[in-house]
C-alpha cells in the first residue's frame, strides 16, 4: 500500500472515520476508492456485517475490503466494526436522510426501487444459509410445539415479524399470545413455567424487548430470539439465536428473511403438533 495512505492510529469516533474517509478518498487506488464510497453512503450496515458482506456490496474481495479499513488506521475490519457497534445509533440516518441518498443516487423511481428491494430480498435469503443451522431451528420448533403457550413480542420493525407469526399460529391452531407494547411493563407474568417466548428485535435493539426477555429468562423460561447480529443483549439470555441480517437499500431494509424464516418455523412448530 502506498506508504502516502498509511494512518497511524485509528480513528476514535464515527464522526473521525467520516472526515478521513473524505481526506483520504482521492489518494486511494480504484479498488479502495470502490470501498470509500459504498461505505460512506451505507456506514450504516457496518455494525451488523461481516467483512464478507461489506466486501460484496463493494464488489471486492474481502482482503480488498481489509486494506481499505487499514488506510483508515485500522488494524483490520474488527476494530473499525467494534467502533460502530459501539455508536449505531449516533449515526444510523433517518427516513429524510435516506429518501436524500436515494434521491442522489436517482434510484427514486419505482421500477429502479423494485427491482433494488427485489435484489436485497434475493441476497437476504441467499444469506440465511450463512446463519441460520437447520439443528437450532429444530430445536426452536421442538421447544414451541412442546409448550403450552407460546408468547411473541417484537416492537417497532419487528412487530411485523412477530404479527405474522402470530397470525399463522392462530389460523392453525397453535396457542400463542402477541404482547404489545403498552403492556410490557406487567406483560411477563403472564408467561408461565410451561410456555416458551419468542422475542425479535433488531439493533438498535428494543430495551421494552430486550428487559422481558432477561425477566422471563431470570424465570427459567426458555427465550428464544431473532436477531441480526450476534451482538445482541438477548443473546446473554437466549436458549437459542435465530441471525436474520437484511440487505438494505439506502437505509431501508424489507423484512424478507425474516418473515421466510420465521413463517417456515411456525409451519413447522404446527407440523411437530400433529398427532404421530
Known amino acids: 500500500m502506498n506508504e502516502q495512505l498509511r494512518i497511524q492510529s485509528a480513528p476514535g469516533s464515527v464522526a473521525e472515520v467520516i472526515e478521513r474517509l473524505d481526506a483520504v478518498n482521492d489518494g486511494l487506488p480504484k479498488r479502495l476508492k470502490q470501498c470509500a464510497g459504498i461505505t460512506r453512503r451505507h456506514l450504516q450496515l457496518i455494525a451488523v456485517s461481516t467483512v464478507s458482506e461489506m466486501a460484496g ?30 455508536r449505531f445509533t449516533d449515526f444510523r440516518p433517518d427516513y429524510d436522510k435516506r429518501l436524500a441518498n436515494l434521491r442522489e443516487e436517482g434510484a427514486v423511481g419505482t421500477g429502479r426501487l423494485l427491482a433494488d428491494f427485489g435484489e436485497a430480498g434475493h441476497k437476504s435469503l441467499m444469506a440465511l444459509a450463512n446463519t441460520v443451522t437447520n439443528d437450532g431451528l429444530d430445536r426452536i420448533a421442538h421447544g414451541m410445539a412442546a409448550a403450552r403457550t407460546v408468547h411473541l413480542v417484537g416492537l417497532r420493525r419487528a412487530f411485523s415479524v412477530v404479527s405474522s407469526m402470530a397470525y399463522i399460529f392462530d389460523q392453525m391452531g397453535v396457542p400463542a ?35 422481558l426477555a432477561e425477566t422471563v429468562s431470570q424465570r427459567g423460561i426458555p427465550v428464544y430470539c431473532l436477531t441480526d447480529t450476534e451482538k445482541c443483549p438477548i443473546a446473554e439470555y437466549a436458549s437459542e439465536l435465530l441471525i436474520a441480517r437484511e440487505d438494505e437499500v439506502s437505509g431501508f431494509r424489507a423484512l424478507n428473511a425474516s418473515i421466510t424464516l420465521t413463517t417456515a418455523l411456525a409451519v413447522a412448530v404446527r407440523g411437530l403438533s400433529e398427532p404421530t
Open 177 to 211: 399470545q402477541l404482547h404489545y407494547g403498552a403492556g410490557m411493563l406487567s406483560s411477563g407474568k403472564s408467561i408461565y413455567q410451561s410456555d416458551v417466548l419468542f422475542a425479535a428485535t433488531y439493533a438498535p435493539f428494543s430495551e421494552e424487548t430486550v428487559r
Open 57 to 86: 456490496a463493494c464488489d471486492v474481495a474481502p482482503s480488498a475490503y481489509i486494506r481499505f479499513c487499514q488506510a483508515l488506521g485500522f488494524s483490520g475490519y474488527t476494530e473499525m466494526q467494534s467502533l460502530f457497534r459501539a
